[in-house]
């Protein structure tokens, strides 16, 4: 997966994925953003550590 966070806004266009989803899944692999600075991640708005960059495809992972 070249751009997680291009992925994710992909992936939030579908019925069936929502920021909330993602978000969950981001937090329970130990990422520690809030739903709000992770939304402002995955819109490229502000940036993240690179583990967080890991943790949110294995969120993506787990949602597909």
Do not use: Q
Not at 12 to 22: F, S
Not at 27 to 49: C, K, L, Q
């Amino acid at each position: 997966m070249n751009d997680p966070m291009r992925t994710a806004r992909l992936l939030m266009e579908e019925p069936a994925t929502t920021l909330e989803r993602l978000w969950v899944g981001y937090w329970g692999n130990r990422g520690n953003a809030s739903m709000i600075d992770f939304d402002a991640y995955i819109h490229e708005v502000r940036t993240r550590p690179e583990f967080d960059r890991t943790v949110l495809t294995w969120a993506i992972d787990e949602t597909r």
